[in-house]
């Protein structure tokens, strides 16, 4: 008799325990995870994902606004590196300072020689002028951000001068390359460093690059 009665304690202690397990409520379970869609390498495709915007007024902008010249990056500033990068049959007057080069100019096609002493005829584009990139959404970067921007490597080229004179602060609207078989990388260019920077094109911006682009659709975002 109290052997079964044992039994029947334990068994009702099972059936006890079996109902609150039953009843708790299931153990939370973490959310998937939400992937974000990289940023497009089709210079079309990011395009497209660009705000369309109309140009910002240009107070407060000056040149210092993107910091007070080049930066220097291991003892060498922004502009000798690019030259460095850019030119071919490259001299050096010291480890930091191009002395004498060739340039094949992207927005010309015509083969020039650079010297350091008449610096003027080669120079470094903002591919996006900096000035534009102000009135398209930099005044609304950090500082620090935009003296990125004016770093960039992705963002500057080594040109013709007086062709980089004539482009000025013009974006696609209003100036392209005159050597055309360049077009297409010098928008594929500029969209990379708007979607970089978070800067808007204008409608007619747009309308523009996307001329360019129809004549190359699977053109890449330069990196």
């Known amino acids: 008799m109290k052997l079964r009665r044992i039994i029947v304690l334990t068994l009702a202690l099972i059936l006890t325990a079996s109902a609150i397990i039953s009843a708790a409520p299931p153990a939370p379970v973490a959310p998937e995870s939400t992937l974000v869609s990289a940023s497009p390498s089709q210079a079309g495709a990011a395009l497209e994902k660009l705000e369309v915007k109309g140009r910002a007024a240009k107070t407060g ?8 010249g080049w930066r220097i990056v291991s003892g060498c500033d922004t502009r000798q590196i690019i030259l460095f990068r850019d030119l071919s049959d490259v001299t050096l007057r010291d480890s930091c300072t ?3 080069g060739t340039l094949r100019d992207p927005y010309t096609g015509m083969t020039l020689s650079f010297r350091r002493d008449d610096s003027d005829a080669v120079q470094i584009d903002h591919v996006v002028a900096l000035s534009d990139a102000w009135q398209k959404g930099a005044q609304l970067l950090s500082r ?22 004539e482009k000025g602060d013009s974006d696609a609207a209003s100036w392209l390359p005159p050597n055309a078989s360049f077009r297409c990388e010098y928008v594929a260019r500029q969209i990379a460093v708007k979607q970089k920077y978070r800067l808007w094109v204008t409608a007619a911006e747009k ?12 053109a890449a975002l330069p990196v």
Do not use: H, W
């Open 207 to 218: 309308e523009a690059m996307k001329s360019v682009l129809s004549r190359c659709p699977d």
């Open 98 to 100: 191009i002395q004498s």
């Open 61 to 68: 902008y000056s040149r210092d606004e993107f910091g007070a």
């Open 144 to 165: 620090d951000e935009r003296i990125d921007l004016a770093n960039d490597p992705l963002e500057l080229l080594a040109v013709d001068g007086p062709t980089n004179q």
